[in-house]
Each structure stands twice: as structure tokens, then as C-alpha cells.
């Protein structure tokens, strides 16, 4: 059942960290019947705020992740080939894709990366935002049930693999600019993924990883899974007892956790091994290369 009431917010909410207005924009507008496209860098709770939801309304969460392989006939479905061998094309035969499936349930198709499909794959979704129907060859028109919505999500910040959407397709959607939440709320998404309970491990970690997104050397900085691997590596470094050294021992599932997730800028000559090192230093001590902080100051 859709609805906006007080309680189902409530209820939809106790599986979110923070995000409260973002939560209480999406909830609305879904809830009025309209699609949502989510701008914002990664781990940013955007998919989780629509999981939370469908979970509620006992719909299904249809994933799709947007790249270049994302074909039409992929979104849609297909007929299965060796039947269509056998028996010709029909309507028994036809394989539902991830649109379909979802329209035929009445759950949320949520595209990933919307910006990395190719341009007719999204034309493909006109007729299912304006009309909530496809024409399938073959098979006929397919209509959708009422609680169906089409949301995306899209990094506007990354250039790398992707496509400009055009402005007939962006006219579809609400749009809902999501950004970075703050360092308390990552702290306790932190703790909530990862069952820690030394919570200046945490703060560090989430300290580290903000750090790298202001960094100038850094064109990409890490989202809160950074933190949260960040965590669950340190600990286990202390179970095995390698790292006698706390700040060593942080500074190695930082590297660890997060080299991968940082993008060093084009114009600079740093590896992100150094780059991480460098935070690590001015987080850890006065100066890079100075005398280490009283952490229990």
C-alpha cells in the first residue's frame, strides 16, 4: 500500500541513517506517482533511502546497472531463441526484462549510472514514465500497476564512460540533488554497517575519508564505504595482531581501503598510496613528518 502517513515515514526511516529531508522529498514524490532521478556522488544512501521504501510498500527493488552493454532489448526482455526455433515467435515465449518484470509486479525499477546507457536504451523508458505501458512486438501492450516507478541515479561529478541525458528524457523525471552527509552521520553509518563499537576508530576512519574528498591533489574522494571497509580491515588487523602500532595499523587498512576509491588529479605526479599517507600524517600528527598528536587530548 502507498502512503505518506506519519507512522509509514517512521517505519520507512528506522532503516535509514539521517537523511531525513531527503527521505521525506523521495517518500512524497513517489508516493504522488512520479519518477526520481537521484544526482549525487556514490554511498550516498540513494539506494537505500528506495529499498526502505519498496520494503515498506512490499514491492519489489529491481536493480539495473546503467552501462554501454544496457540495450533495449535487454531492458524490455527478448524471446527465448531455441523456443522461437521450435515454435515461432509468441507471447509465451517472451523472456521479461528488468522493465517489464518490474511494471508487470508493480515495483521499482532502479536504474544505476543512469548516465553510462546508451541513448535509445532511455528512449526506451519514455512510453513507460508518460504512458505506464510498452508495446512489445509479439506480445502486445504490457501496462503497469500502479505502485511501478522508474528512479536513476547518476554521478554528475564523474565524465569518465558517460553520456549527456537529453533534456526529452530528463523532462520525465523529478530531480533530487543528494549529497554527502555530515561526519556524525557517516560516523553512525559507519557503526551500523560494521558492528564496531570503538567509536575513535570510527571517527578516524571517517575523518580519513572526508579528508580525501577536499584533498587537492584528488579529483575523486572516497565515499562512506571507504569508512566502513576502513573499519572492518582495522579490526581485523588487531584480531591477528600485526599491527601493535594504532596508527599504523589505521594508516595500512587505509591504504587498503581506500586507493582504490580515490582518483588522483591528472596534473599530479602523487599515487594515491601518497596521497593517503599524507592524510594519514596530517590527521595523525601537528605537520606531516612532525610530532604525533596526544589522540587522547
Request: hydrophobic share 45%; glycine share 8%.
Amino acid at each position: 500500500m502507498t502512503t505518506t502517513s506519519v507512522s509509514a515515514r517512521d517505519e520507512i526511516a528506522a532503516a535509514v541513517v539521517g537523511r531525513s529531508r531527503e527521505l521525506n522529498l523521495v517518500l512524497a514524490a513517489v508516493a504522488a506517482g512520479r519518477d526520481i532521478l537521484l544526482e549525487g556522488p556514490p554511498g550516498t544512501s540513494k539506494s537505500t533511502m528506495l529499498r526502505a521504501i519498496t520494503a515498506n510498500w512490499g514491492v519489489p527493488f529491481v536493480l539495473v546497472e546503467g552501462n554501454a552493454e544496457l540495450t533495449p532489448a535487454r531492458l524490455v526482455g527478448h524471446h527465448n531463441p531455441a523456443r522461437v526455433l521450435r515454435e515461432d515467435y509468441s507471447a509465451e515465449n517472451f523472456v521479461a526484462g528488468p522493465l517489464v518484470e518490474a511494471m508487470q509486479a508493480g515495483g521499482f525499477l532502479y536504474i544505476e549510472e543512469l548516465n553510462r546507457a546508451p541513448e535509445d536504451t532511455l528512449n526506451t523508458l519514455l512510453g513507460a514514465m508518460s504512458e505506464r505501458a510498452v508495446t512489445v512486438p509479439r506480445v502486445g501492450t504490457i501496462t503497469a500497476r500502479s505502485t511501478f516507478r522508474v528512479l536513476a541515479s547518476m554521478n554528475p561529478f564523474d565524465n569518465v564512460g558517460t553520456a549527456r541525458i537529453s533534456d526529452s528524457v530528463y523532462d520525465r523525471w523529478c530531480r533530487l540533488a543528494v549529497g554527502y552527509q555530515d561526519a556524525a552521520e557517516e560516523a553512525d553509518i559507519v557503526a551500523v554497517r560494521t558492528g564496531c563499537a570503538d567509536r575513535a576508530l570510527i571517527d578516524d576512519a571517517v575523518a580519513l575519508t572526508r579528508a580525501s574528498r577536499i584533498h587537492p591533489e584528488l579529483r575523486r574522494g572516497s565515499s562512506v564505504r571507504g569508512a566502513i571497509d576502513l573499519v572492518a580491515i582495522a579490526v581485523e588487523l588487531e584480531k591477528l595482531g600485526s599491527h601493535p602500532d594504532r596508527e599504523r595499523r589505521i594508516l595500512d587498512a587505509a591504504l587498503l581501503a581506500l586507493s582504490a576509491r580515490i582518483g588522483v588529479d591528472e596534473a599530479s605526479d602523487a599515487s594515491p598510496e601518497q596521497v593517503i599517507t599524507e592524510i594519514w600524517e596530517s590527521h595523525f600528527f601537528s605537520v606531516p613528518g612532525g610530532q604525533r598528536r596526544d589522540r587522547t587530548a
